[in-house]
């Protein structure tokens, strides 16, 4: 699937009731929290971060994708065992990016999706490492293949979470 360019007159600019920009973060953050423990595998997964991806690629908004980010990542934190403000961080980077580059390419797609999706996952992780382990010394081991190997794991499942998604966007 080619990535198309947009146009400013192109761009559709979704917005979200109040329950579900409040619900669906919230129910993304409980199941982070506490599918793992059940399911392993599910470790690989960050649905707070396709939630971010989400809203920031439909809003279209660089400062609504970077709070968002910025709140979900900081949630998320208050959920962990590392320092409050890791994912805070990491999540506001790719807030940012996504809404600044849903702005310059059709996001709609299932195919952009998935490179979208895979894109931020990565630039998530090398935030997130570069903030633990040089700005916080925390011992963290990076591996390219387990790394490429669950961006690609989030990448299908926001496919199919995007098109659920999907039905909650409002048109401005």
């Keep these: 699937m080619p990535i198309t360019y947009t146009s400013q007159e192109q761009v559709e600019v979704y917005r979200f009731n109040l329950p579900t920009a409040i619900f669906v973060p919230l129910l993304a953050l409980f199941l982070q929290a506490f599918l793992p423990l059940r399911f392993s595998f599910f470790t690989n997964f960050d649905l707070p971060l396709l939630v971010v991806i989400f809203f920031a690629v ?8 970077l709070l968002t980010g910025a709140t979900i990542g900081l949630l998320q934190d208050s959920l962990t065992h590392h320092p409050i403000g890791v994912y805070g961080i990491a999540k ?45 010394s925390l011992s963290l081991q990076w591996s390219w293949g387990h790394e490429l190997g669950s961006g690609l794991a989030n990448a299908v499942l926001a496919v199919g979470l995007f098109a659920l998604l999907d039905r909650f966007k409002q048109r401005t």
């Design 58 to 65: 439909a809003r279209r908004s660089p400062v609504s994708g």
């Design 92 to 136: 506001t980077f790719v807030g940012y990016g996504a809404s600044s580059l849903g702005v310059k390419i059709d996001v709609e797609n299932a195919g952009t999706r998935f490179l979208v999706t895979l894109f931020f996952y990565v630039i998530h992780e090398i935030a997130y490492f570069a903030v633990a382990r040089w700005m916080l």
